[in-house]
């Protein structure tokens, strides 16, 4: 017989907490009686959320801290259950959608009424309390408490090279720059490599009399030269380390949001590059520009918005050209909401598709469920009726399906089908907890169970914020090998459907 915990007693709160981002942020707080057999116990948990990082008009409207915390108590509280039974994971998931669906319904659009930072600290602390009341582990949540055979440690970028807005001065049009250790089948492997990097790079700087501080994301901050300068540092620190072209690999964070501004660029679909001063190029010519970084390595593996958000020809036009040959990260444009992620990628031919892998945060969805359906959607494991249920009540149904239409697509069926035959990818994302919280690695430590086309990026291999969201993955890790789970990091074959990366296809030779 399945054991059997019962939940109750919730109490919801939130608190105003200091925000790595030198801010103040929001922190949901939760307690709950919990009794299994003959034991019950007090539990408390709590989740913070980032700051500063959802402001959109298009993704989940934050609102005033003090305001934010009274709509916690006013409006969210009130919608707790009395009363949470769980003999198996998809008990968690049950309770998690029909708390969540009561504040996308009655939150106002894009939550912009009781606030996403509301909705999103009540509704992540929510899932984190059932989760660990019931002592089942994330990587079961998804098989619902079977063990898998198989489990995906998710690629990891480290951020090396900050750029763009993030750099005063810079002459680097693109925002960040990554490095990917794939030689290594442990993620702590992984992490060992990523140090050894991250030290090394240094090294070069102080050699070369440059500076070694870093930005928000913990990348280096130094005068580059121009756009490909880090991208040549990278490749010098990997030779010193005698990794090969298959040992490792390269991507970015263009943020090309960043260098279309103003309107009259937006309007005319072009982009300044200002920061490197090449001055202003029409979007065929941007996405030429993208591809010289893509081929500057054979082991270039992704580029995450290459165009701007207001720019979906951008995007088409460059996975149409290159989307067989890098993998190409919808950030902005898709902001996690599945309205534009279902359309985006529903296109049976490539080049009517935005990309091939979706940026998953979940401070762009402000609710846990939503982000858990909108991952499902880009790995192909979603279910339609859940789908629907959580569009409907968005009121985004009916555009969803008029866009479908324009693709030719008949169904949200044959939409979702057409995606999981895609064979995308999903790139977990920080910038989603705060604090001490450990909430964003139960993410990809959920998705590794059901999928290799896991990636995620939480930083440079330093710093207490980044290491918060690094560490559980090496415990877990341990965990489950110790279960006899066989563990193995995502890899090249981790990459989207149809991506070919040269340094491999050489290798075969």
């Known amino acids: 017989m399945a054991r059997e915990t019962v939940i109750t007693r919730f109490t919801l709160k939130g608190r105003e907490i200091l925000s790595s981002y030198a801010s103040m942020t929001l922190e949901g707080v939760m307690t ?63 309770a998690c959608r029909a708390f969540d669906l009561k504040m996308v319904e009655k939150a106002g659009s894009n939550k912009k009424t009781w606030g996403g930072n ?5 509704s992540t602390v929510f899932f984190q309390t059932l989760l660990a009341a019931s002592g089942f582990k994330p990587w079961e949540v998804l098989t619902n408490g079977k063990k898998p055979k198989n489990f995906y440690m998710p690629n990891i970028a480290f951020n090396m090279v900050c750029g763009g807005e993030h750099v005063p001065g810079t002459k680097q049009d693109v925002q960040e720059m990554f490095f990917f250790s794939m030689k290594d089948k442990s993620v702590k492997d992984v992490f060992v490599t990523g140090t050894q990097f991250f030290r090394q790079f240094e090294k ?73 001063g090449q001055g202003i190029k029409t979007r065929e010519e941007l996405v030429e ?19 701007s958000e207001h720019d979906l020809e951008a995007h088409k036009l460059m996975n149409a050209k290159y989307g067989d040959r890098t993998q190409i990260v919808l950030d902005d444009i898709a902001v996690t909401q599945m309205r534009f992620i279902i ?43 859940e789908v629907e249920m959580f569009l409907t009540a968005r009121k985004d149904i009916k555009k969803t399906m008029a866009d479908l239409k324009k693709l030719g697509v008949k169904s949200l069926e044959e939409a979702l089908a057409n ?53 559980p993955l090496i415990r877990a890790e341990e965990e489950m090998t110790s279960k006899g789970i066989n563990v193995e990091v995502a890899g090249f074959e981790g990459l989207p459907d149809g991506v070919e990366i040269p340094a491999l296809k050489n290798n075969k030779k």
């Not at 509301?118 to 009540?122: E, I, K, P, R, Y």
């Open 118 to 122: 509301a909705c999103l600290a009540s």
């Open 204 to 276: 070069n700087l102080v050699r070369d009399n440059l500076p070694t501080g870093t930005a928000k994301e913990r990348g280096f901050v130094f005068p580059v030269k121009d756009n490909f300068e880090g991208l040549s540092r990278i490749k010098e620190c990997a030779s010193q380390l005698k990794l090969k072209e298959t040992d490792y690999a390269i991507g970015t964070d263009n943020a090309f949001s960043e260098i279309q501004k103003t309107d009259k660029l937006r309007q005319e679909g072009k982009y300044d590059l200002r920061f490197s």
């Open 419 to 471: 995606i999981k035959n895609g064979g995308f990818t999903a790139f977990f994302s920080h910038r989603s907890t705060e604090g001490t919280s450990e909430f964003l690695p139960l993410l990809p430590l959920m998705f590794g169970s059901v999928s290799r086309k896991v990636w995620f990026k939480a930083g440079a291999p330093n710093g207490e914020r980044n290491l918060q969201n690094y560490n």
């Open 289 to 307: 520009f993208d591809y010289s970084i893509v081929k500057s390595a054979k082991n270039f593996v992704t580029m995450e918005d290459p165009g």
């Open 32 to 94: 709950a009686h919990v009794s299994s057999g003959k034991n019950s116990w007090k539990i408390e948990e709590r989740n913070g959320i980032a700051k500063g990082t959802s402001d959109g008009e298009s993704e989940a409207i934050y609102i005033p801290n003090d305001k934010a915390i009274k709509s916690i108590d006013k409006n969210i509280a009130p919608l707790l259950p009395k009363k949470v039974t769980i003999r198996k994971p998809s008990d968690i998931l049950d």
């Open 343 to 385: 359309p985006f990628l529903a296109a049976p031919e490539r080049e009517n598709r935005a990309g091939n892998s979706v940026l998953i945060k979940l401070n762009q969805a402000g609710t846990f469920t939503e982000t858990l359906i909108a991952s499902q959607i880009v790995l192909g494991v979603a279910n339609a009726e």
